[in-house]
Nanobody, 127 residues
Framework: QVQLVESGGGLVQAGGSLRLSCEAS????????VGWFRQAPGKEREFVAS????????HYADSVKGRSTISRDNGKNTVYLQISNLKPEDTAVYYC????????????????????WGQGTQVTVSS
């Protein structure tokens, strides 16, 4: 399995922005898809965004579309998630996850679509 380490979470005021990072332990993202999920207290884990490593194809949840950007850095084997105009409802533990990419699969938006997970990073948005 891939070891994933998230960072970049913290406390931010509403309207602010954060950039989360997800670094893989080894050079293995090349044939993978990497996703970001979040889980708020008392709620189920939900999909946020994903990116295919080879083509850079991206997909966003409606809740963050237009104010978030997922990107990758080949040299650092790292995927980033930047969210702007943060809202209190964005408060959650954010997780990155990876899976070998199957181009025949339309979407990777469910937790069970991913086999490797990071430990999560807390994002708290104050009003």
């Amino acid at each position: 399995q891939v070891q994933l380490v998230e960072s970049g979470g913290g406390l931010v005021q509403a309207g602010g922005s954060l950039r989360l990072s997800c670094e893989a332990s080894r050079r293995t993202f090349r044939s993978f898809l990497v996703g970001w999920f979040r889980q708020a207290p008392g709620k189920e884990r939900e999909f946020v965004a994903s990116i295919t490593w080879s083509l850079g194809s991206v997909h966003y949840a409606d809740s963050v579309k237009g104010r978030s950007t997922i990107s990758r850095d080949n040299g650092k084997n790292t995927v980033y998630l930047q969210i702007s105009n943060l809202k209190p409802e964005d408060t959650a533990v954010y997780y990155c996850a990876s899976e070998v990419y199957d181009s025949g699969k339309a979407y990777y938006t469910e937790s069970q679509d991913f086999g490797s997970w990071g430990q999560g990073t807390q994002v708290t948005v104050s009003s």
